[in-house]
């Protein structure tokens, strides 16, 4: 049964974020303005500031832009589709000469970003060492591994090997560190991101991670030899925004296989290569109200929807229908790192060997789809079936799937690339059928009481996501076993802020632990 753990915290951050006011207010607010924002800026930046302020930036640099209020705001963290780079237009316009800048200065004029910057981290001293920048970066949210700032860390390597002291560095010297990724830096500082108070709200978030790890009921699946060796005292939250900022606590960096939670992802890229008129007309849109591996079709002989077994397999079927199953393999594998950023995405030989050698149900299920012509014309039924367990046995660990949790959520975007990988279209329909049926016979429950998209599975990940029109942040909070989904359904509800979840363990239907797999 679900006890909602993961979901009683999902609920309560919800209700700490959304007490802040909306974007379309005209009093303060916690999402972006059109001012600057350095908590502390040195004095002497401050009375530069005061003379010439916004209106010389308007004139010699473009304009950070803000969304309108009904626009999401993504501000320039990362390329998206058809846009030109901010830094480029900087450098055109000539925003991070430093030479440009020296000149304006000269002339009595406001600071460059670079200069605004450095007064800010440095907070009155005439050096930064270079540990202190690190450490203001990572309370924005940003890792220094962040690929967008490659070439900052780079040239801060370089210069710092470069010093007298290898430690310290010069208001010369950190502008030409942070000059190529200032619009980056720039906005974080100003605190631009979705989440501003990035401390306060990780904070939160260990505090519910702390209560939610005292629970302890469940079991840990056994149908699956290979699985029934996992630890059930493995509890794991990673986040990621779609700007970018990380958080993570506990067992985050243990590889787990995504199982189930694989369906949405391959679904996703079958929609992406092919539309969704195609794709479904081999598959149902419908909660069917089942068990997840139900021998059981919809009224025109279609598996009910994508998230069943019976589903799965049958879009399975659809990706690559001309190649074989390494070429298949590989291709899902290459759409899964580019979602997690390069992030770790590896293979569990041994479970998909156990897997495949206790997969009677499955092979029946596959069967009887071929009995009813499910499958695309010419479909080999048992090399389908030898790729869904490939699919299943894909592993992640709790950082990467946050990442591939955020590229859903930022609408096929990656954030930490800026690299589309998805279509809106395939992210539309996936978020959609995982908020109807991402929790197989319990998916009307859990979107009463969470009202996120999410999809369970065996292995224990078990997925949020937020769109980022709504201005939340998006979650991927994986429970590393069986007993750990606990734990995940408990978060989910304290953090979103809606309802409060059942008290009682639920008994007109069979138990969840009996139902999620695959």
Request: charged fraction near 20%.
């Amino acid at each position: 049964m679900l006890h909602f753990r993961f979901s009683t915290v999902l609920k309560e951050l919800s209700q700490a974020t959304l007490k802040r006011p909306l974007t379309g207010c005209r009093h303060r607010t916690w999402l972006p303005t059109r001012h600057f924002n350095f908590s502390a800026v040195s004095v002497d930046a401050r009375a530069a500031s005061t003379q010439l302020r916004v209106l010389h930036a308007a004139v010699h640099r473009p304009a950070l832009r803000t969304a309108p209020c009904a626009a999401p705001f993504r501000l320039f963290c990362a390329k998206t589709e058809g846009a030109v780079e901010l830094d480029e237009q900087l450098k055109k316009h000539g925003g991070i000469s430093e030479e440009a800048g020296d000149k304006r200065r000269s002339a009595g004029v406001l600071p460059s970003l670079e200069d605004l910057l450095f007064y800010t981290v440095a907070e009155g001293q005439e050096t930064i060492p270079a540990h202190k920048f690190l450490t203001a970066l990572k309370a924005t949210g940003l890792r220094s591994g962040d690929p967008r700032l490659k070439e900052c860390m780079e040239t801060l390597k370089e210069t710092l090997r470069n010093t007298s002291d290898g430690v310290t560095l010069d208001r010369h010297l950190f502008k030409r560190c942070v000059q190529s990724n200032i619009v980056l830096l720039t906005q974080a500082f100003r605190k631009k991101f979705v989440i501003p108070d990035f401390q306060s709200f990780t904070s939160h978030i260990d505090e519910l991670y702390e209560s939610a790890k005292k629970l302890s009921g469940g079991q840990v699946a056994d149908y699956i030899p290979q699985l029934a060796k996992f630890s059930p005292d493995l509890w794991a939250v990673s986040l990621c925004t779609v700007d970018g900022q990380r958080h993570t606590v506990g067992d985050t960096k243990l590889p787990f296989c995504l199982q189930s939670c694989v369906k949405p992802l391959k679904y996703a890229v079958a929609v992406h290569d092919h539309g969704t008129e195609y794709v479904h007309s081999f598959i149902g849109k419908e909660p069917s109200g089942l068990r997840f591996n139900k021998l059981f079709l919809n009224d025109e002989d279609q598996p009910h929807n994508p998230m069943v077994n019976a589903g799965a397999i049958v879009c399975t079927s659809l990706i690559k229908q001309s190649a074989g199953n390494a070429e298949k393999f590989d291709y899902v594998m290459n759409f899964l790192k580019k979602m997690a950023g390069n992030e770790y995405v590896g293979f569990s030989n041994a479970t998909f060997q156990s897997e495949r050698e206790s997969g009677d149900r499955n092979f029946a299920i596959g069967y009887y789809l071929k009995e009813k012509k499910c499958f695309p014309e010419g479909t080999d039924m048992t090399s389908v079936l030898d790729l869904y367990f490939q699919l299943c046995s894909i592993e992640v660990t709790c950082e990467s799937a946050s990442v591939m949790a955020a590229t859903l959520a930022n609408g096929g975007i990656c954030p930490i690339t800026g690299e589309r990988v998805l279509s809106p279209e395939a992210v539309r329909n996936t978020l959609s059928l995982m908020h109807s049926c991402g929790m197989y016979d319990f998916s009307g429950q859990f979107a009463f009481h969470v009202g996120l998209p999410a999809k369970s599975g065996v292995a224990g990940p078990c997925g949020a996501f937020q769109l980022p029109q709504l201005r939340q942040p998006e979650a991927l909070c994986q429970e590393v076993r069986s007993s750990q989904r606990r734990r995940g359904a408990a978060a989910i509800p304290r953090t979103h802020g809606l309802r409060e979840p059942p008290t009682r363990a639920r008994s007109e239907s069979s138990s969840l632990e009996k139902s999620v797999s695959h």
